[in-house]
């Protein structure tokens, strides 16, 4: 388990950098500053929880079942919260917003609390 959080971590790293690097040159000429706000949130969280797996990888021992959750759930709600964002900033760009993303984003965001949560119950 800590080899997918550790890898998990660096993937979404790497990920986040292009696709930050994409929203702030692309993006710039094609999105309203309301759209770029909300695809940079999704940049801005995706970082955090990746340099979060890449500790949780380091530092976990897994011995514990609340251990592998808090990675499965932190691994998950990133998927679900940064890339619904992704989703739906893109296609209201190209004025087909994907409606069915919007629920998605607080699944994700509810599963990255329950991760944050997990972690600190395996800490005490």
Do not use: D, R
């Not at 801005?44 to 079942?65: R, V, W």
């Not at 919260?81 to 739906?88: H, Q, V």
């Amino acid at each position: 388990m800590n080899q997918l959080a550790l890898v998990s971590g660096a993937i979404f790293g790497a990920l986040a950098v292009v696709i930050g690097a994409f929203g702030a040159h692309a993006l710039k000429k094609i999105a309203t500053s309301e759209q770029l706000n909300s695809f940079e949130t999704g940049v801005k969280y995706q970082i955090y929880h990746a340099l979060f797996l890449l500790f949780m990888g380091q530092q976990f021992s897994f011995e514990s079942p609340i251990e592998t959750y808090a990675v499965l759930c932190i691994l998950m709600g990133t998927l679900l919260f940064s890339f619904s964002i992704y989703g739906l900033v893109l296609s209201s760009i190209k004025n087909k917003k994907l409606k069915f993303l919007g629920p998605i984003t607080p699944l994700g965001g509810l599963l990255l609390t329950i991760g944050w949560v997990l972690s600190c119950i395996s800490f005490l």
